[in-house]
Every structure is written in C-alpha cells, then in structure tokens.
C-alpha cells in the first residue's frame, strides 16, 4: 500500500477543482509514460494510458476509469490542514479528493502498471482518468467518444472507482436533467396590490404548490423495479435580471433538478411540455442531459467483482456518475471504490486505508478473472 498511498498523496497535492484539471491530467500521462503504458492518449478533457495484451492484438478490454477533478474547498481555514496537503492519521488518508476520488485514481494507476508484468493473451487493459465530472461528465463524455470512433473490442468493461464505502457494487444510476423554468407576467406598480395577480409570482407559487401531484404522477407512471423513483426538486428560485423592489415581476424562473428513469429518459420532452401547458411556463435544459444508467444482469464485469467481493451489496448510485457514457457505448459498466460517500465534498475529506487495501486486492483479482 505505501505505493498507492504515495500515489494519492501525490494527487492531492494538485489542486484540480472542476475547470482546473490541466496540471494533474499532464501529472498522470507524464506518470503512464514514465511507467511505460504501451501507448498514452491525451485531451483537454482526459488522459488514458493503455497496457497490451501479450499477444499484441486483443478482443477484450477493461476500462479502470476515474475522474481527477475535486469540488472547490470551501472555507480553506476551517480545514485541519491545507485540503492539498495530504496526511495520514489514524488509518485514514486525509485531503481534498482523497475519497472522491483521487484515492480510487492511484489503485487504478497502481494495477494497470502492475499489468505491465502480468499480461494475458487477449486482454487490454485502459487506465483513464478524465477532468469535470463534478459537473457535467465532460470528461468521460470526450474519452467516450474516442473510444467508441478510435477502437474496436468484441467485449469491452469498465469499472469505475466512484466512493462506495467499499462494500457496495453500484450497477447503475438514474439519469439527470437539470432544467430552468421561466413564469411570464405584466409588470406594474407595486403599490397597487391587483398587480400582483397579474405578474409571474401566482404562476410560479401555484406551481410550487402542486408539487406533491407532479411527483405521484412521475412515481407512479416511470416507477423502475431496480432505479426506483424518478425525482423532482426544485433548488432555486430567481427574479428577472431586471427588477426593482416596488414594480412586480414580469419573469421569474425556478431551477430543478430532475432524476430519470428509463421509461422517463425516453419521454422526458414530452412530459414536460405536458406540465408547461398545465403550469403556463416555457422550459430549457441548463446542462447537457445525462441518461440513466443499467448494467446487464450477466455481464463479466458484474460477475468478477462479485466473485471478488462476495459479501459486497448490489445497489444503484445514489447520485448520478460517468457510467451512463459507457453504457451507451456498450461498455458495461460498474461502480465500486474505497471512499466513503458521505465524507465526499467534506471539510477535512478522508478515506479509510484499510478500505483501499481491500480494493486494491479487489481491482487485481478483476484483472486476473477476466
């Protein structure tokens, strides 16, 4: 472990929050060609280093994927030490981004060099890790897109290193669509109170306040025996960029954030233009969609970690990650790391050492059965 645990400390000390990831994407191609990866791509948005298979010519592939960039500090002070100065104390490897997930990051790196001495016939083994997946999964979107255009493999794997607290085997996750409302009024004088019944407030508050009907349609009509519910919240509401304190609003907008559901991945448009005409809002997306995520019940990559973690709980993603760009690319995909999810985007952020020892025992018997 004191190889990895250098690894990740090294890591850390890069800041990289979302947007800053150039110096710690050239520190891991830098590090996979000293290393000797047979080949090194690189890209704004992600670095990929590649061992061969022995043979030369592979028909499988396992993607180790995981993404370098970190959610911004916070209040620096209210840290024990420097988020970038990584430490060990108590078991615990300390920093921002250790959990989330620069610790996942160098088990990765670590076991892909390993390969370098251990190849097999038919397989090739990618170490990618890939920048802005704290926002919008640019990263893994771009090295998808490679991939998909650049390669060919009759069975290609990934597994990602996302936090799972080290025993939980994350086979999928509903997708997200962040959206902006806007509510359209006559502005008029404050002063006079029937102007209010005019402006986007009665629109928007109505709305707000049917809430709980617009959820029991989605969870009843998109329900998913394995995803569960779809979700609906808002997270912002907003005036008009111009406005004044005595003239009512002729706009006001409310950001939601919305997890999907196959059935609702697929309708998604149209039922929401179903609530517009309902409600008297129009709507646009505010970020790329993301579409939820499923791996396949027989896939090898399922079966190997569960081979290798049998005490391990299947369950989905309670948030969203990179997995949807493999699936649809036809990469089956899983998600299973050391990190604890609810120390992710923490002051004082950390990750159990003994939870990355078993992962790292983890990540090298997955190579070894596929």
Known sequence: MEEVTKLAKELIAIPSVSGGEVEILKFCAD???GTEFDDVFTDDMFTAGVVRAASGTASRALILCGHVDTVAPGDESAWSRSPWRAYVRDGRLYGLGSGDMKMGVALQMIVAKEYINARRDNLDVWCVVVANEEVDGAGSAAFTNFFAQRVSYAEASCLIAEPTDGDRIEVGHRGNRFVELEFSGTA???SQEENYQA???P???HFLMRLPNI???LHQTYRHNMLGEPSFTPTRVSPSQSFSANKTADKTYVALDIRTTPGLDEAFERQMNVFAEEYDFSWHYAAEPVSSALCADDASILRAVQTCLPEGKVSVSLGATDQ???QNIGVQTVV???GD????HTTDESVSLEKAKTALAVYRRVIALL
């Not at 999810?341 to 992710?344: D, I, S, V």
């Open 199 to 201: 402006s986007a407030l």
């Open 188 to 190: 008029g004088h404050a």
């Open 31 to 33: 590090w996979f060609r």
């Open 336 to 338: 299973y790391g050391p």
């Open 341 to 344: 999810f609810a120390r992710a």
């Open 324 to 326: 949807a760009f493999f």
């Open 203 to 205: 629109k928007m508050a």
């Open 215 to 217: 959820r029991e349609t």
